[in-house]
């Protein structure tokens, strides 16, 4: 399978843990992007790297989540002292940085805080 | 503010139709147009691209694009009930082209 992977698939989680997800991009892909969905909404951005450097985060994301992508490879997201609010499907997407930037998403993480 | 308007839906159309969903979008500059699939707890599936005016045809499907109206359509013909899903429109951030804009999504049925 050559597409766009994450893992864990599913989390269940209790307010105030930390939880980590990781995504692998398609290969030659060199941009990363982490989005975050609700039922009912579009994806909302989170960050985006282009390959191992962060260019951009979103201004409306908490100090409680961080992401990283060593070596411009996989990616991780990491959420510390989860609320109930992050529950949501979080997704990754890849790219080939061309001009038009054509996006392919993994199958996401669900997150459950109780 | 950017946005991306989509009708909610759900719209509605027998097996065998044509079904139309709609976008406009308010960035004027804006270069690149997508149109993404989803299912019920699934993540979102690319299937259509389009980057210049007029019409673009894959299968079934049919995009349609009008920059001077920031109008952009998707057309599925001969609807299947596999095609009921959420349709997302995304639109890239103009001079950005690293961060898509995203609609709300249009939900269809199709009815057997």
């Known amino acids: 399978d050559t597409g766009v992977s994450q893992d864990p698939r599913h989390k269940i989680t209790k307010r105030g843990q930390n939880v980590t997800f990781r995504c692998d991009p398609i290969?030659?892909?060199?941009?990363l992007y982490w989005y975050r969905q609700t039922l009912g909404q579009g994806p909302e951005f989170l960050t985006y790297f282009q390959n191992e450097a962060q260019l951009e985060k979103s201004r409306l994301l908490s100090d409680r989540f961080s992401a990283e992508r060593p070596k411009g490879s996989f990616s991780t997201l990491e959420i510390q002292r989860t609320e109930q609010g992050d529950s949501a499907m979080y997704l990754c997407?890849?790219?080939?940085?061309?001009?038009?930037?054509?996006?392919?998403f993994g199958p996401g993480t669900r997150l459950t805080v109780l | 503010q950017k946005e991306v308007e989509q009708n909610s839906g759900p719209l509605s159309v027998p097996e065998g139709a044509i079904a139309s969903l709609n976008c406009t979008y308010s960035?004027?500059?804006?270069?690149?147009f997508f149109w993404y699939r989803q299912y019920s707890g699934k993540s979102p599936e690319l299937i259509m691209s389009?980057?210049s005016n007029g019409d673009k045809e894959d299968g079934r499907f049919t995009a349609q694009l009008n920059k001077a109206s920031q109008y952009v359509s998707l057309l599925i013909r001969d609807s299947q009930p596999s095609d009921s899903a959420t349709y997302l429109c995304?639109?890239?951030?103009?001079?950005?082209?690293?961060?898509?804009?995203w609609g709300l999504g249009t939900s269809l049925a199709v009815n057997p």
């Open positions: 997407a890849s790219s080939l940085g061309q001009i038009y930037n054509e996006q392919f």
């Open positions: 389009i980057y």
């Open positions: 290969s030659e892909h060199n941009r």
């Open positions: 995304a639109v890239n951030v103009a001079g950005n082209n690293r961060k898509l804009i």
């Open positions: 960035d004027r500059v804006s270069q690149s």
